[in-house]
């Protein structure tokens, strides 16, 4: 196939007209297909059905470890939830803090908390001038919108397939007090799916911030989503923070939600005694504790770290073939042409699609055109604003595999058609 | 019986002689009971046990509305539950928020928002010098220590069997506009039982703050928590603020948490429709959205507010003997010595006892020496501080009735035996 660039004014304007009809034709199909948002088909939320089986009137409600589930206590979780949750991030369960149905609360929570408070100990960031995030791009647009809420200012820092550059990121850390925190997701992540290095994760514990209250945000939604057995695994953070000196610089978090029932599911934080510590001081204020029935009802479900994988291949089955739609579509149609890269995750929930500089706005106008909704283009950058107009998400996980294989041929096809009048135009 | 301050010296002697002994030999029995908090019983708890096969691997996991509880979506919560909750409180579906398994982070999150971005377009209270709330006391630890946290001024409001000494609070209210909330348990409150006379609710409706950003939180814990038929209703305070052109000063806040289990329940907030709004701005950012899954659950289970009232008289046949060994108790023995008042509540789960002045801390502490622990004398204070050191809240609910017998002897002895040592120290 011949790259895009090499081709006549002549050429590209048949092939505008070919890219035309058939676009026409894909409208004319009437689809209505959403790869928005990373949401579990609902065959995915089959799998799980029996864990509303694993507590009924008739089960036991108090806990090997003597708690009665269905009162108040136990703020930070039962020890049975927090074994299961710390096994899933590779820490001991005393590390870990299990709270609600999801992990985006604890994110918030913690900014919230070091915006009001600060950070054990240290000034309220409502009391500065200036507080800052580096935001790894692309990345996940409900991480940015926290901090844009909160005033904090964000630094897109590039990524590559090993994850973040960490000589942009030791620089603005290392010298630059009013930079407080980092938001990650480590494995899979959201949405390159480039799973961070050991190298990389190595040179995240062993920073210097020069400031004390700088944090490193661990999102590691996707600990144990991989697609394939020989997913590249996540070396871990807490225990080479430990390593390094530097125990409280760190807070991961992670959920159930797309293990068991999205937002519907468990969540927890792991970080170190003194960083529990200052987050319990809040807690205890804003709640009496969370819902240790859902707590002990994935406990019974799952059992152990064991059944979660066991599990988790059952969401692979399903998730595996409407990536390789993705995948094969990509590689035939596009491939050669020189007018877009893509990544090829082995596990999470998006895929990565960079476009032509200043088309990616463009090419989801169109898709929405024809009946597929994308998400928005920019929403992988800090204040949805990609420089460069050319990063879309791809989300291939609520769609049916056949419907995937539809949505990624238009998907191609508008890539293709706008690709071609960006070319004629400029 | 004589009133004790018209005893002689000797008589007190020899009184204090005897309840001497009596205490020792109550301490002899070894007790350990627990009326610290409001914890509903384990047979209270019983009663909710087929809440949990209300949905079952079978079940329809997909609402009337159509939605699928187990995915992502409706940030606000299912139509179902918001017309359960919204029937509890008596207002409309459409002013109701569904949020997770408990009121309190409702409320401290509603101050946190307050706090960062300011009451619907107002001026955060961090950027602010001064911020107070009123406190009808004795009232709820756990309120005080949400705006003790936060830094926030608390006002001290007396209280009669009406409720907040409107008088007062019109006073701050109106002339002091650093005055931004006052505390509210309207219906049984926390720990004096008081249900706010029909007058009470007008006169909050009507009040017009200095501060734009005022607003009432209203904390409707015990809106169907009656432990008899005849218990006083509680006006609905949305309705009443409406009326008087002040839809916005009122926050309503309700939870299944005494009705279902204890912290796995369902909560809600009520409010304006501006004010919603306001939630909503900055929720959608905390959450993608709270347990739909438990909200169901509790809809499928309860099926209506019809459903909950009956649910409710089996919680007051289990509360009512305890409440009533307590109030037997305290009429047989301290009625006529002029020693003490106390409250007979028809609902809720408190019953508040005032001692003689200087009295209360050494109260609670001699019951804890015969093994009955109770609530910390001073918090149901602002800052855990009872000016006349008189106040002791009684939580009758989590002891067995016979239980609560032993309890209520034991401290009516250390009552009588504190005073007596009080009157001859004197």
């Not at 964000?154 to 010298?175: Q, T």
């Not at 125990?247 to 792991?270: R, V, Y």
């Not at 739609?325 to 877009?340: N, P």
């Amino acid at each position: 196939m011949k790259k895009y660039k090499e081709l006549s004014r002549e050429e590209l304007e048949t092939l505008r007209s070919e890219l035309q009809k058939a676009f026409e034709d894909a409208k004319g199909k009437g689809l209505s297909l959403n790869m928005a948002r990373g949401k579990p088909s609902p065959l995915q939320l089959d799998i799980s059905g029996e864990l509303c089986d694993a507590l009924t009137s008739s089960s036991d409600f108090i806990t090997e470890s003597g708690i009665d589930i269905r009162n108040y206590g136990e703020l930070t979780g039962l020890p049975e939830a927090k074994k299961l949750m710390g096994d899933m991030m590779g820490v001991d369960a005393d590390k870990v803090i299990v709270f609600g149905n999801a992990s985006l609360p604890i994110m918030y929570d913690t900014v919230s908390r070091s915006y009001a408070f600060g950070v054990n100990g240290s000034t309220p960031w409502c009391k500065l001038d200036k507080v800052k995030f580096l935001c790894p791009v692309p990345g996940y647009d409900r991480h940015f919108a926290i901090t844009e809420q909160f005033g904090i200012e964000m630094i897109a820092v590039p990524m590559d397939d090993n994850g973040p550059d960490m000589d942009i990121v030791r620089k603005y850390v290392e010298s630059d007090d009013s930079v407080k925190g980092i938001w990650c997701v480590p494995r899979f992540s959201n949405p390159a799916g480039v799973v961070y290095s050991d190298d990389v994760v190595k040179a995240f514990a062993t920073l210097k911030p020069a400031a004390e209250d700088f944090r490193i945000y661990w999102d590691n939604a996707y600990a144990v989503h991989s697609l394939y057995d020989d997913a590249p695994k996540l070396l871990d953070i807490i225990g080479e923070c430990e390593k390094a000196g530097h125990p409280d610089m760190i807070f991961e978090f992670c959920s159930t939600s797309k293990i068991s029932f999205a937002g519907a599911g468990i969540a927890a934080m792991a970080s170190s005694a003194d960083n529990l510590a200052w987050v319990k001081k809040t807690m205890t204020i804003q709640t009496i504790g969370y819902d240790k029935v859902n707590q002990l009802r994935h406990v019974r479900y799952f059992k152990d770290i064991d059944g979660i994988r066991e599990h988790m291949k059952k969401h692979a089955e399903i998730l595996r073939p409407k990536f390789e739609a993705v995948y094969d579509e990509f590689e035939k149609e596009l491939s050669g042409l020189d007018i877009a890269t893509w990544t090829t995750p082995k596990g999470g929930y998006f895929i990565s699609f960079n476009a032509m500089e200043g088309t990616a706005k463009e090419i989801v106008a169109k898709c929405k055109e024809a009946g597929v909704t994308l998400t928005g283009a920019g929403a992988t950058y800090p204040y949805g604003k990609d420089p460069k107009d050319s990063n879309i998400r791809i989300a291939p996980s609520f769609p049916s595999a056949e419907d995937m294989k539809k949505a990624a041929e238009v998907f191609v096809l508008c890539v293709k058609l706008v690709t071609v009048e960006h070319l004629l135009g400029a």
